[in-house]
């Protein structure tokens, strides 16, 4: 497992939240469970935002404040989710 102040780290990117969230698998942000990372980068799926149970989501800096949950910012989300 990997927290999410490490793939920050790995990275070089902000996050926000709890830095010690274990990730351990990527998922569909309609799709994820405790311990997985999703992304958004296409406004049309922010109704799943709202939703996902994902334990952190990668967001670029627009969407960032629509999520109140742990997040790494990314100014391309799909390509660090890649």
Excluded at 9 to 19: I, K, Q, R, T, V
């Amino acid at each position: 497992m990997t927290s999410l102040a490490q793939l920050a780290s790995h990275f070089d990117l902000a996050y926000e939240g709890d830095g010690e969230v274990d990730i351990s698998r990527v998922a569909t942000l309609s799709g994820a469970q405790p311990g997985e990372i999703s992304f958004l980068s296409n406004r049309r799926y922010l109704g799943d935002l709202a939703k996902t149970t994902a334990s952190a989501v990668i967001l670029a800096p627009e969407f960032s404040g629509k999520y109140s949950g742990n997040k790494l910012i990314s100014n391309q989300p799909y390509v660090t989710f890649a």
